[in-house]
């Protein structure tokens, strides 16, 4: 079966900083692998999506994510925080027609 | 272009009472899907519409149901509320077919407070 696993639930750097949000999944098939966000208050948006063909990912805003098999991850960067990016972040996997999503991570950003 | 629109936007209720959960889906998406997302338990889904029917279903009891219309909207209905069943519940919309690698457009939530 499908998982998702995003470790830890709370992330906080420093504006300008990396951003580094951690994704590994487990399936018996080969996934489609998305990231999504949700600000404050507001309801869940796509940030980047990982069916098939390349393995780096590009998306909104300025985040990227690396599909790598070898390591089953599929983790979330952005090279440089702004304060706009605090915000929940959700891990998502789909695989026979059902969506999986991990526990979700809050990232904060210091200014 | 609208999004994905869900009334009520906050709704209380007590134990042992119906709540009925309303959703439109972005003008041309067939496919409509509902989430629990509770405190502490993360998102998880519930229920899955495509063309009329029931594709997929979370686990969750059969209190949970819900219906899609002829013009692509839905309903959630949750029976008997028990007060874990607080939490915000999102509707998404998408194009039909495999929910799998559609992407998935939300609406705002609807609030669910069980006394």
């Known amino acids: 079966a499908q998982s998702v696993t995003q470790l830890g639930s709370h992330v906080s750097v420093s504006e300008g900083a990396l951003v580094l949000l951690r994704c590994n999944y487990s399936s018996s098939v080969p996934p489609y692998l998305f990231w999504y966000v949700q600000y404050p208050n507001q309801g869940l948006q796509l940030l980047l999506k990982y069916t098939t063909g390349a393995t780096l990912v590009k998306g909104i805003n300025g985040f990227e994510a690396e599909f790598k098999k070898s390591e089953t991850s599929f983790h979330l960067t952005k090279p440089s925080a702004h304060m706009s990016d605090a915000a929940e972040y959700f891990c998502v996997g789909g695989a026979n027609s059902k969506l999986t999503f991990g526990k979700g991570i809050t990232l904060s950003v210091r200014p | ?115």
Do not use: M
Request: proline share 5%; hydrophobic share 30%.
């Open chain 2, 1 to 115: 272009e609208a999004g994905v629109t869900q009334s009520p936007t906050h709704l209380i209720k007590t134990r042992g009472q119906q709540a009925t959960l309303r959703c439109s889906p972005i003008s041309g998406h067939t496919s409509v899907y509902w989430y629990q997302q509770a405190l502490g338990l993360g998102l998880q889904f519930l229920l899955w519409y495509d063309e009329g029917e029931e594709r997929n279903r979370g686990n969750f009891p059969p209190r949970f149901s819900g219906r899609q219309f002829p013009n692509y909207s839905s309903e959630l209905n949750v029976n008997a509320l028990e007060l874990e069943d607080s939490a915000l519940y999102l509707c998404a919309s998408s194009l039909g077919g495999s929910s799998s690698y559609n992407e998935q457009f939300f609406g705002p939530g609807t609030r669910l407070t069980v006394l």
